[in-house]
């Protein structure tokens, strides 16, 4: 079975500081991972995936993360925070199982508050 | 393209009536997912489907939750009776089986069970 872990309910910035959020991922074959945001009463929006090739990816907004298999690690960040990425920040993973993708599984997320 | 579509957005019900969610997927993804996200959690699977196969609903309460998907396209997942346990969002989202590619959530139906 695969789990995400995330350190950190809660994490809190000052606008312009840099964001760090801590993913970790156990999985028995080469795994599919994510993150995505939420903000309050809205669904998931993707900020970035890794699936195969390049292991720093690049999101929308600024984010990045990279996928460091030898930690089993898909941290996130972002050089400068600015106010509108307060919101939940969910890592997780999941695998293509022959010729279906599988279920993700999630953390269980982390808010991300910005102070200005 | 248009996204995956969910209704109702809000629903509020008292424990032991019964409720639907419906989803409409994204035109020719073949995979189709109901996700439940209870407040304070990640969200957690409750079925999957494969054009209108069965997959995956290991986590799924059948004695009260039920899902279909007929005809490969749309879905309505189904609750009754409802627990007050059972307030949180239930969110859909669909997929290509194709390598690379990654999931697209619907907005999600909150639901209150009161």
């Known amino acids: 079975a695969q789990s995400v872990t995330q350190l950190g309910s809660h994490v809190s910035v000052s606008e312009g500081a840099l964001v760090l959020l801590r993913c970790n991922y156990s999985s028995s074959v080469p795994p599919y991972l994510f993150w995505y945001v939420q903000y309050p009463n809205q669904g998931l929006q993707l900020l970035l995936k890794y699936t195969t090739g390049a292991t720093l990816v690049k999101g929308i907004n600024g984010f990045e993360a990279e996928f460091k298999k030898s930690e089993t690690s898909f941290h996130l960040t972002k050089p400068s925070a600015h106010m509108s990425d307060a919101a939940e920040y969910f890592c997780?993973?999941?695998?293509?199982?022959?010729?279906?993708?599988?279920?993700?599984?999630f953390g269980r997320g982390t808010q991300l508050t910005v102070w200005p | 393209e248009a996204g995956v579509a969910q209704s109702p957005r809000y629903k509020i019900i008292e424990k032991r009536q019964s409720v639907a969610f419906w989803c409409n997927p994204i035109s020719g993804h073949a995979t189709l997912y109901w996700y439940q996200q209870i407040l304070g959690q990640g969200p957690k699977l409750l079925i999957q489907f494969q054009n209108n196969g069965v997959v995956d609903d290991s986590q799924l309460p059948k004695d009260r939750f039920s899902a279909e998907r007929l005809k490969g396209v749309d879905s309505t997942l189904k609750i009754q009776p409802a627990k007050l346990e059972d307030s949180a969002v239930y969110l859909c989202a669909s997929s290509l089986n194709r390598e690379g590619y990654g999931y697209t959530f619907g907005s999600g139906t909150r639901l209150t069970v009161v």
């Open positions: 997780a993973v999941s695998d293509f199982m022959g010729s279906t993708l599988g279920r993700l599984y």
